[in-house]
């Protein structure tokens, strides 16, 4: 233990430096943490506020948005006929249902 605090107070810029890049790799990841949150968040907020009532999702999609690809046929019909799922969107209590 004595030997490593002789290391220390006689090589303060050295294992200051990795210190200091420690430090700001730390930083730097915080960062992309917190833009990559924000993005997600914004894709979400995308979908929610959609001026719309109902969404007709494929019934290959599962329930998931970008799986989802109706053909103008499926389209035209999925208004006559409410074969695919389709989700209510309640703006007000920010809930969606099935």
């Known amino acids: 233990m004595k030997m490593g605090w002789r290391e220390l107070i006689r090589m303060k810029k050295r294992f200051g430096l990795m210190g ?41 999609a599962e329930g998931q948005l970008t799986r989802s690809f109706l053909e103008e046929q499926e389209h035209h019909a999925g208004r006559k006929h409410s074969a695919s799922k389709t989700w209510s969107s309640r703006k007000k209590m920010g809930r969606r249902t099935m």
């Not at 993005?39 to 979400?44: E, Q, V, W």
């Open 20 to 60: 200091l890049v420690t430090t700001l790799i730390i930083v730097l990841i915080l960062m992309i943490t917190g833009l990559a949150d924000g993005l997600a968040y914004d894709n979400g907020a995308v979908i929610r506020n959609l001026p719309v009532e109902h969404m007709a999702l494929s019934q290959e």
